[in-house]
């Protein structure tokens, strides 16, 4: 892949130099030379095309949430954030348009007065719609697909060709290999063009009960295949070194009246109706138990420990902080290291939600976005469980019980929560949840560990807070690479390709040995695939960083795949066509 100097800027205006960029965990920093940010889709296409000229990186950003920092490329980057309008939304069709640079809270507020919403959403609603889709981002839901599945059609304005638009009613069938490129565009990982906008199915706006009971693991086994037949979306927290589970189901609420202008609901059946007051009374009895249980004996116990070790000056400033931003100050206020102290934290925690259990009802977005904790190192991995490889009919309670086993018996203090939710496959060629068939069911399993901040440690120094995070970082690593060895081939798990993390600091064999295990659970005839396509959108790689390329491998042939992208080589006449078309309406 070639990369030129840069001329004169030109083209490149607006821009920022040496821009300072740190993703949202804080695990990762650098500084850009050059971060673009083009204001109208013509800047955006003549700064992807001065780039492939000049053979200059520009690799796309969205809002730089991806905990491994995948969107980052000191040669150069282009931002989105200013492309972020709404352009139209179809009632009637329920159909969505909107530039790739649009915030997912701002399209549910956009969505909003027309009786509309998105199907599902990840935890953060600071993505923008290209990072968001890009990534593959998941909710919970067994029925629900990735956000990916959502997408009707693409503008990619890449640096070969130009802008191209890619449509699912027009490509996805295709027999000249357009379904093909359809496959690879759905999730590309800003690696075959820069998004210019998207059109996305949308669902009727909807309130949801959400209810939170804490449960043993052996409950869990007895009541799991009937909560996840039962339940629209589910999500359980697994609260390690502890036989607590916290179990989060969330439903839609039959019947009830919309805000002006959506009236979501007016179509229930009366069982849709019946199960809905079923669901109100069961979490009327949770609350009337919540709210007789008194003030949170957790959140107490947290503020207590708090200052026995020091992070809080007293209880009253503990509880006045919550238990969630106490969390890290009790981790690190003792050894975070230590199996026996996380223990102890996670105890806490446990007690903690045992008296938070109750319901609330909200709009849908309102409910599905929750709170990640604080800066840290995540690991989350997807698996089949309906066609599982360990032939178990609940194959993702077998893998909590090997995982269980292997953090007791290698004492890793594994902090809570270890966070579990479901969704359906995705067509997109890269999903770690790819199937042709949309009924699959696939479980998505994340660890965690906190990382220091100076918040949490008001009395430690900035070197001794560095030194921790360092020490948390190498420990991290070892409790990944534990379950990446002992769980994920046998059960056929694939990685979140935001948070697939490279060993850069262990040389280039151990980055070339990661990749390729990146690769084999992919699937190379995939991976062949997509790069094939790539070369000839992208061939200068200019939309690349170094992380991609480990794992793309553009130097790689791809003879094999050659034959299904005619639809890019054989003219350039076809994709001309191509550039014309509007997005639907």
């Known amino acids: 892949c070639e990369?030129?100097?840069?001329?004169?800027?030109?083209?490149?205006?607006?821009?920022?130099?040496?821009?300072?960029?740190?993703?949202?965990?804080?695990?990762?920093?650098?500084?850009?030379?050059?971060?673009?940010?083009?204001?109208?889709p013509a800047q955006l296409r003549a700064m992807v095309r001065r780039a492939h000229s000049e053979g200059a990186c520009i690799r796309p950003a969205g809002s730089m949430l991806s905990p491994n920092a995948l969107a980052f490329e000191p040669r150069g980057m282009l931002s989105l954030a200013q492309l972020d309008s709404v352009l139209g939304?179809?009632?009637?069709?329920?159909?969505?348009?909107?530039?790739?640079?649009?915030?997912?809270?701002?399209?549910?507020?956009?969505?909003?007065?027309?009786?509309?919403?998105?199907?599902?959403?990840?935890?953060?609603?600071?993505?923008?719609?290209?990072?968001?889709?890009?990534?593959?981002?998941?909710?919970?839901?067994?029925?629900?697909?990735?956000?990916?599945?959502?997408?009707?059609?693409?503008?990619?304005?890449?640096?070969?060709?130009?802008?191209?638009?890619?449509?699912?009613?027009?490509?996805?069938?295709?027999?000249?290999?357009?379904?093909?490129?359809?496959?690879?565009?759905?999730?590309?990982?800003?690696?075959?063009?820069?998004?210019?906008?998207?059109?996305?199915?949308?669902?009727?706006?909807?309130?949801?009960?959400?209810?939170?009971?804490?449960?043993?693991?052996?409950?869990?086994?007895?009541?799991?295949?009937?909560?996840?037949?039962?339940?629209?979306?589910?999500r359980y927290m697994w609260i390690p070194l502890t036989d607590s589970v916290v179990v989060v189901k969330c439903n839609p609420v039959g019947g009830t009246p919309a805000e002006p202008a959506a009236q979501p609901n007016a179509d229930v059946d009366e069982r849709e109706r019946q199960i809905g007051l079923e669901r109100e009374a069961f979490a009327a009895e949770l609350e009337s138990k919540h709210r007789a249980g008194g003030a949170n004996r957790g959140l107490r116990a947290a503020a207590a420990m708090a200052v026995e070790l020091g992070t809080c000056a007293s209880e009253e400033e503990a509880v006045a902080l919550g238990f969630f931003a106490l969390r890290g100050r009790l981790l690190h206020g003792g050894d975070a290291l230590s199996f026996e102290h996380v223990r102890r934290v996670n105890e806490v925690e446990a007690l903690y939600w045992t008296d938070a259990q109750g319901a609330r009802t909200d709009w849908s977005d309102r409910i599905l976005g929750?709170?990640?904790?604080?800066?840290?190192?995540?690991?989350?991995?997807?698996?089949?469980?309906?066609?599982?490889?360990?032939?178990?009919?609940?194959?993702?309670?077998?893998?909590?019980?090997?995982?269980?086993?292997?953090?007791?018996?290698?004492?890793?203090?594994?902090?809570?929560?270890?966070e579990m939710r479901w969704t359906s496959s995705s067509r997109a060629l890269l999903s770690p949840v790819y199937s042709p068939r949309l009924t699959d069911v696939h479980s998505w399993v994340g660890i965690i560990m906190y990382l220091p901040t100076a918040e949490e440690l008001p009395r430690s120094s900035a070197e001794h807070i560095a030194a921790r995070r360092e020490v948390v970082t190498a420990r991290f690593c070892g409790y990944r690479e534990l379950c990446e060895r002992a769980l994920w081939d046998k059960y056929g798990a694939k990685e979140h390709w935001a948070k697939i993390e490279l060993p850069w600091s262990d040389g280039e064999e151990a980055v070339y040995a990661a990749a390729e295990r990146v690769r084999r659970r992919v699937?190379?005839?995939?991976?062949?695939?997509?790069?094939?396509?790539?070369?000839?959108?992208?061939?200068?790689?200019?939309?690349?960083?170094?992380?991609?390329?480990?794992?793309?491998?553009?130097?790689?042939?791809t003879s094999g795949a050659a034959s299904n992208v005619g639809v890019l080589q054989s003219s350039s006449a076809s994709m001309s066509d191509r550039k014309s078309q509007p997005i639907a309406a």
Not at 29 to 34: D, G, L, Q, S, T
Not at 135 to 145: E, K, L, S, W, Y
Not at 381 to 408: G, H, Q, R
Not at 532 to 555: Q, T
Request: hydrophobic share 45%; glycine share 6%.
């Open 3 to 40: 990369h030129a100097e840069h001329g004169e800027d030109g083209e490149w205006t607006p821009l920022e130099r040496d821009a300072a960029l740190t993703n949202w965990s804080n695990t990762h920093a650098i500084v850009a030379e050059r971060l673009l940010l083009p204001e109208t």
């Open 89 to 234: 939304v179809d009632s009637k069709t329920r159909m969505l348009r909107a530039q790739a640079g649009a915030k997912v809270s701002d399209v549910v507020a956009a969505l909003a007065p027309h009786g509309l919403t998105l199907q599902n959403y990840a935890s953060i609603a600071e993505q923008q719609l290209g990072g968001f889709i890009n990534v593959g981002a998941h909710g919970t839901g067994a029925r629900i697909p990735p956000a990916d599945e959502s997408v009707e059609s693409v503008a990619l304005v890449t640096p070969a060709l130009g802008r191209i638009a890619l449509s699912r009613s027009r490509d996805d069938d295709a027999a000249d290999g357009s379904s093909d490129l359809w496959a690879a565009a759905q999730l590309a990982l800003g690696a075959l063009g820069v998004a210019e906008s998207y059109e996305l199915r949308t669902v009727p706006r909807h309130r949801l009960l959400e209810t939170t009971e804490v449960v043993t693991r052996a409950d869990v086994n007895a009541n799991h295949a009937r909560w996840l037949a039962e339940n629209q979306h589910l």
């Open 370 to 418: 929750f709170d990640c904790g604080g800066e840290q190192w995540v690991s989350e991995i997807a698996f089949p469980v309906t066609v599982s490889p360990v032939a178990d009919e609940n194959a993702e309670l077998k893998y909590m019980e090997e995982l269980y086993a292997l953090i007791e018996n290698e004492r890793v203090p594994a902090p809570a929560p270890i």
């Open 523 to 557: 699937g190379e005839d995939k991976l062949q695939l997509f790069e094939a396509f790539r070369r000839v959108l992208d061939p200068k790689c200019v939309l690349l960083n170094d992380a991609l390329k480990a794992i793309l491998r553009p130097e790689t042939e």
